[in-house]
């Protein structure tokens, strides 16, 4: 199956069959090699209430190499880089056979939401504050998410 084919095959079963608190649109009508994922903040964590949006890009040899994950939302976490989105996605590339598909992508996302690695950051002093000050930590996130995906 040629890649654009299963982009568009994963693209079509998840919107028949959408992921609880997820909505999923292309880039454009005409390339569905890039897509947008708003996910809701996951329940119990300082991101609840918030709409994240996602960039997910297929572009780079999808699916023998999985795809590239950043944050256009901003977000206050250890492990997604404050500036530009980027997210670690060691989880996801450990992890990556060619089996794999963007829900496993999106439930990564989600997952790393609701539970951040502070042994493993992209933010350092977030990171820190979240070992050190968790409380003081979830009071910046909501904070944070309060004013950039409320």
Same mark, same amino acid.
């Given at each position: 199956? /040629?890649? #654009?084919?299963?982009? &568009?095959?994963?693209? @079509?079963?998840?919107? =028949?069959?959408?992921?609880?608190?997820? !909505?999923?649109?292309?880039?454009?009508?005409?390339?569905?090699?890039?897509?947008?994922?708003?996910?809701?903040?996951? /329940?119990? #964590?300082?991101?609840? &209430?918030?709409?994240? @949006?996602?960039?997910? =890009?297929?572009?780079?040899?999808?699916? !023998?190499?999985?795809?590239k994950?950043?944050?256009?939302?901003?977000?206050?976490?250890?492990?997604?880089?404050?500036?530009?989105?980027?997210?670690?996605?060691?989880?996801?590339? @450990?992890q990556w056979?060619?089996?794999?598909?963007?829900?496993?992508?999106?439930?990564?996302?989600?997952?790393?939401?609701?539970?951040?690695?502070?042994?493993?950051?992209?933010?350092?002093?977030i990171?820190?504050?979240?070992?050190?000050?968790?409380d003081?930590?979830?009071?910046?996130a909501?904070?944070?998410?309060?004013?950039?995906?409320?």
């Open positions: 199956m /040629k890649s #654009s084919a299963r982009i &568009n095959k994963e693209l @079509k079963d998840l919107t =028949d069959n959408p992921m609880e608190g997820v !909505f999923i649109e292309t880039k454009n009508e005409d390339d569905v090699s890039i897509w947008y994922a708003t996910i809701d903040g996951p /329940k119990d #964590s300082p991101f609840e &209430n918030g709409k994240f @949006k996602v960039e997910i =890009d297929f572009t780079d040899n999808y699916p !023998f190499k999985s795809p994950v950043h944050f256009v939302t901003k977000i206050y976490h250890p492990n997604i880089k404050s500036d530009t989105g980027e997210i670690c996605t060691a989880a996801i590339e @450990k056979v060619p089996t794999l598909n963007a829900q496993f992508v999106i439930e990564s996302v989600i997952n790393l939401m609701a539970e951040p690695r502070p042994e493993d950051p992209l933010e350092q002093e990171a820190d504050q979240f070992m050190k000050d968790y003081g930590y979830v009071e910046s909501q904070k944070h998410t309060a004013e950039f995906a409320g």
